[in-house]
């Protein structure tokens, strides 16, 4: 019905008919013939798609990520042209749409966005910036760390100056994004900022998610801030209630991040902590593998027996994957738990030559010895749990 009408479609008819399709989830990649012919419509007619039809289809684009991929770069050529003629026209709200639409974008795929969308973006953003609140500051910041873009001063201030004055507003979701963007985009906010920030995210505890708190710290540490004593009390608060419900990738992010930082965790969610991840680990992919392993040794961290188990079992569906970089960082923590096991020099080097020369169930099978374990344990005094070493 839709390809016998298409000769009727206008410009708005297009856009709506996209759009809608996005807003009820209907995945139009299953629906023979649609893009197919919607497609060449827009070709025919992008040049006459005013700025409300243009965010609409690019935010459809985005949602419903289309296929077949080059239809996502054919499309975003055109849509940048139209763009370029009509920058000075959009709004804050259909900025963020547009800087949103094309993170998403780029995330599924590479696809070339000139510098030119970006320099006129920045420059209609910060005569726009006093129309900011809590929802599209938090978005356009995560959009603009999903690019890893360098965004001028003069719109990093803009989006300062207006969260200082919305700050009141932001929920722990955009707060955790706005502190994961910064993070990714290795940019040190501003102490005005963080004073806001941590007030804030204060006052949103109770509402904090995992996801939220693996973020927060992720962020915090890939710019190189330590949080504040009364920052971690709200934060380790709200870890032990929700760790339960955290993904493998938020749980090797917040080790990443004590690790990045130096900073020893609390033993209570040091406990809690392992306990989640052993039941998890099968959904670690090597990044989460070397990123946990590589914080225990940086933090001097003696897994629990069971962990090394799992983790070492893990790490053998994937070494062959792995570049020689990942399995060199993999070994050199491996490395480092064998030291915290024999707990002397001499037999930490024979240990270690073995570790380096033989499979990793035979670092597995050191690792369960009788006789070292319980020499470890005495030394230690640990029980069956993962502490730090004294």
């Known amino acids: 019905c839709f390809k016998r009408n298409m000769k009727r479609f206008n410009p708005q008819g297009l856009s709506t008919a996209l759009w809608s399709l996005a807003e009820l989830n209907v995945n139009v990649n299953d629906v023979p013939g649609f893009m197919e012919s919607w497609h060449p419509s827009f070709e025919r007619m992008h040049v006459n798609f005013q700025v409300e039809g243009l965010v609409q289809v690019l935010w459809a684009f985005a949602k419903l990520e289309i296929e077949p991929a080059r239809y996502r770069q054919e499309f975003l050529d055109m849509w940048f042209d139209r763009f370029i003629s009509e920058w000075r026209t959009f709004s804050m709200n259909e900025l963020t749409k547009s800087l949103w639409a094309v993170a998403k974008m780029s995330d599924l795929e590479e696809v070339f966005v000139p510098n ?141 991040a004590f690790g990045k930082l130096i900073l020893q965790p609390r033993e209570e969610f040091l406990d809690a902590w392992f306990k989640v991840t052993e039941k998890c680990m099968k959904h670690m992919h090597q ?56 707990g002397d020099s001499e037999s930490s080097s024979e240990s270690l030559s073995e570790a380096r020369n033989n499979t990793v169930p035979q670092i597995r099978e050191l690792w369960d010895k009788e006789s070292r374990h319980t020499r470890t344990m005495r030394l230690l005094d640990i029980s069956d749990r993962g502490v730090r070493v004294r």
């Open 116 to 256: 030119v969308f970006f320099k006129l973006w920045y420059r209609q953003f910060i005569i726009e910036a006093e129309f900011l609140h809590a929802d599209t500051l938090s978005t356009t910041m995560f959009a603009m760390g999903k690019l890893q873009l360098q965004p001028w001063k003069a719109c990093l201030d803009a989006w300062f100056a207006q969260f200082d004055k919305c700050a009141g507003h932001f929920q722990g979701r955009q707060l955790a994004s706005c502190m994961w963007a910064l993070g990714r985009m290795r940019i040190k906010p501003p102490k005005q900022f963080l004073d806001r920030w941590y007030e804030q995210f204060s006052c949103v505890e109770p509402k904090l998610t995992s996801q939220s708190l693996s973020n927060t710290l992720w962020g915090l540490a890939a710019v190189g801030l330590t949080p504040s004593n009364s920052f971690l009390e709200v934060w380790y608060t709200a870890a032990l209630r929700e760790l339960r419900h955290a993904s493998a990738q938020e749980l090797s992010n917040m080790m990443w």
């Open 287 to 342: 990044q989460r593998l070397v990123n946990m392993i590589h914080a225990f040794q940086r933090l001097r961290i003696l897994p629990t027996p069971k962990f090394v188990r799992i983790w070492t079992s893990q790490y053998e569906k994937q070494v062959q994957f792995m570049t020689a970089n990942t399995r060199q960082l993999c070994r050199q923590g491996l490395d480092s738990i064998m030291l915290l096991v024999t």
